[in-house]
């Protein structure tokens, strides 16, 4: 059974940064896509970014040359850096992860239980 467990939220000023971490454990971890998602209050859940098993990245427009998407195999772990934040930021961000061979199917089956990420004006 694959866990996720994500870290690093918090309470950052407009134009700050802020690094987020995911911890992935029970499974081959290079053998999985992993993406980060996000939900403000009132809204509905968000993609954000996606690294693949190859280390391509997506990103959702509205944080195109502001967030960056990495991973270290050697320690299971996906980073979102987030730079330049705005107010509209503001959500909790859940990692995701889906094995390869079930990407196609269009759904992550593991999520983390989120972290805050709240950007003031």
């Known amino acids: 059974q694959v866990q996720l467990v994500e870290s690093g939220g918090g309470l950052v000023q407009a134009v700050g940064s802020l690094r987020l971490s995911c911890a992935f454990s029970?499974?081959?971890?290079?053998?999985?896509?992993v993406g980060w998602f996000r939900q403000a209050p009132g809204k509905e859940h968000e993609f954000v970014a996606r690294?693949?098993?190859?280390?391509?990245?997506n990103y959702v427009d509205s944080v195109k040359g502001r967030f960056t998407i990495s991973r270290d195999i050697a320690k299971n772990t996906v980073y979102l850096q987030m730079d330049s934040l705005k107010p509209e930021d503001t959500a909790v961000y859940y990692c995701?992860?889906?094995?390869?061979?079930?990407?196609?199917?269009?759904?992550?089956?593991?999520w983390g239980q989120g972290t805050q990420v709240t950007v003031s004006s």
């Open positions: 995701a992860a889906v094995h390869l061979s079930n990407y196609a199917l269009g759904r992550y089956d593991y």
């Open positions: 690294i693949s098993v190859n280390g391509g990245t």
């Open positions: 029970g499974r081959t971890f290079s053998m999985y896509v």
